[in-house]
């Protein structure tokens, strides 16, 4: 069953993103992104619910959990971001990244087909799986916004407008608005998941933790350098993209 | 039953001629009713601005009322205006309300102020009992029309000046442009046109600086602004979002160090230079800083000129929409 709302939610996303994607190459707006997004959440919300009663605790156990939760995680970002910023376009951003975590979720092996009961539940354990996740989906859309911003800025630079694309792309203020927003989010965030992590009992050495310190201070750093000395919005933008992409690598080594 | 339009607009007139016959904007409905006194007319409605003066006429002898219309129009202001006039009968005349409610007969393709225009003209003949049946049904079918055109056509897509398109980048930037502050170098009539259309839509600061402080001065009253010697303009790109320069120098007048000196201090926030001058007032090197996004007059001339053409290029589709509403219509008189 979980298996299938997770199929489900990974074709709702990937025909809402080529639909998305579709209207913005012809130029138009498309009003749906936001309702297609609405149903990749509550297909991962069904997902999460059949192995979180399965597991009897936050469904974080292994990487296929793990990346479903960050999928979740970036939808429910886009869902409360995306309406109140009019950022429609950043739907149809989120819905690729959205698939890909998902679908590496689907191959073969990466998804326990048997969740177990969780036994000795920790709720510092589980306040840090859940935290840190959360947080990821946040540094995500920042990275999805930062993307975004990007490619406006060079079409602006360069004097290229006629596109779909850049009808349909968001101010740049917005977008810079709008990706620091998710920056701070994230971040506060993840330090409440690192503190988590240090409260919680420890039986290996904690190496991913010193990775998440290492993530925080490479954010935390970016978004100081940004509210003391400023930084230009390119800069702002490549940062995040980077950091997010380095960071999802590292924890996949970790 | 008989339809009827008369009129004469920026096409067919020049405004020497138009000015004689415009209709003062409070007097629509007035002329409506007075128009009523013309044997074989039921309803009418006049619609005058500043291109256009016509008057939709319906009623079982519409056309001879009409030509009755023309002549003592010929009377009371002269009969040289005479070639000026165009009439529209039946379906004609209801495609082409049509196409002025669209703005496809306007000077400025799709241009919207016309519909706002048409609908108060309208108004005032209803509210003085000028229209019945036949013109109620055509003027609701047409602001129907009016409203289908712009949601579903390209018709009012991209700006089609210079001014506009600067706008329309300047939003593009930073989003709603309350609370946006702009300095204007070169107090010249491009300069003031693109800097007003950016206070229409909400800058709210706007200083304005030239070599003739006089003119500075002139200029910075008329929006509201505060006028800044020339030598002293420097520090203020400091806290400004858009720059427009249009002064008549022959070298550069915003220079890249101009702009770097003031960058810690901007936090590097976006900044957006116009250059309307020829020769150009801003060293293209400037564009090559981070978050200038800089634009001259070829590229904002180009980009107007590329939405009138897609504009044009909507005139057909817009046809086909008011064809196919007007059948459904099925209007008497029609």
């Not at chain 1, 869902?79 to 959205?98: E, I, K, N």
């Not at chain 2, 003062?24 to 002329?31: D, F, I, Q, V, Y």
């Not at chain 2, 693109?194 to 500075?216: E, I, P």
Request: include cysteine; proline fraction near 4%; charged fraction near 20%.
């Amino acid at each position: 069953m979980d298996r299938w709302f997770l199929i489900a939610a990974t074709a709702l996303a990937a025909v809402g993103g080529v639909i998305g994607m579709w209207s913005v190459h012809k130029g138009t707006r498309n009003r749906w992104t936001v309702i297609w997004m609405i149903a990749v959440f509550a297909a991962q919300l069904g997902f999460l619910s059949v192995r979180g009663e399965a597991r009897a605790a936050c469904p974080l156990v292994g990487l296929g959990e793990i990346l479903v939760f960050l999928a979740w995680s970036l939808t429910l970002f886009y869902l409360v971001v995306g309406p109140t910023y009019r950022l429609s376009l950043l739907g149809v951003f989120t819905a690729p990244v959205v698939v890909v975590f998902q679908a590496v979720a689907l191959l073969p092996g990466v998804l326990d087909p048997d969740p177990q009961r969780v036994t000795g539940s920790d709720p510092w354990r589980e306040t840090h799986a859940a935290m840190s996740v959360l947080s990821y989906g946040s540094l995500a859309l920042a990275a999805v916004a930062g993307v975004m911003f990007l490619v406006l800025d060079r079409q602006l630079k360069d004097h290229h407008l006629q596109s779909g694309l850049f009808r349909n792309l968001p101010p740049v203020r917005e977008l810079l608005k709008s990706m620091v927003r998710l920056l701070w989010i994230g971040v506060a965030l993840l330090s409440i998941g690192i503190i988590a992590g240090f409260l919680m009992p420890r039986q290996s050495g904690g190496g991913h933790l010193v990775a998440a310190l290492a993530v925080w201070t490479g954010y935390a750093g970016l978004l100081s350098v940004r509210l003391v000395r400023g930084l230009t919005g390119r800069r702002t933008a490549t940062v995040a993209v980077l950091l997010f992409v380095v960071s999802l690598s590292v924890f996949a080594l970790v | 039953m008989e339809l009827v339009c008369v009129g004469l607009n920026h096409r067919t007139a020049p405004v020497e001629v138009r000015e004689r016959f415009a209709v003062p904007a409070g007097k629509l409905g007035e002329s409506a009713k007075q128009l009523l006194e013309i044997e074989g007319l039921g309803e009418s409605v006049v619609l005058s601005t500043c291109n256009r003066t016509e008057f939709y006429l319906a009623g079982d002898h519409a056309e001879d009322a009409a030509a009755t219309l023309r002549r003592k129009l010929a009377e009371s202001h002269g009969a040289d205006s005479d070639p000026h006039w165009y009439e529209h009968h039946r379906l004609s005349a209801a495609k082409h309300l049509c196409r002025v409610v669209c703005g496809l007969d306007s000077m400025v393709l799709g241009e919207t102020e016309i519909f706002g225009q048409a609908k108060e003209a309208y108004r005032q003949a209803l509210d003085a009992g000028a229209t019945s049946g036949v013109l109620n049904r055509l003027f609701q079918r047409a602001f129907g029309v009016g409203k289908k055109v712009r949601t579903d056509t390209r018709i009012q897509e991209g700006a089609t000046s210079v001014a506009g398109a600067s706008v329309e980048l300047a939003e593009k930037i930073f989003g709603k442009l309350a609370g946006c502050r702009v300095i204007v170098i070169g107090a010249g009539e491009m300069s003031r046109q693109t800097a007003q259309a950016l206070v229409s839509r909400g800058a709210s600061s706007v200083f304005v600086t030239n070599r003739s402080f006089d003119k500075a001065e002139a200029l910075a009253a008329e929006m509201g602004g505060r006028a800044v010697k020339f030598d002293e303009w420097q520090p203020v790109l400091a806290g400004v979002d858009v720059v427009i320069s249009s002064t008549s120098a022959p070298h550069p007048v915003v220079l890249p160090h101009h702009i770097e000196s003031v960058r810690r201090v901007r936090k590097f926030r976006p900044l957006f230079l116009i250059d309307i001058a020829v020769p150009r007032d801003i060293d293209p090197a400037c564009g090559d800083i981070e978050e200038v996004y800089l634009y001259d007059i070829d590229t904002l001339e180009q980009l107007a000129d590329e939405a009138r053409t897609r504009r044009q290029r909507q005139i057909a589709e817009c046809d086909r929409i008011i064809e196919e509403e007007l059948r459904k219509l099925n209007l008497p008189g029609t």
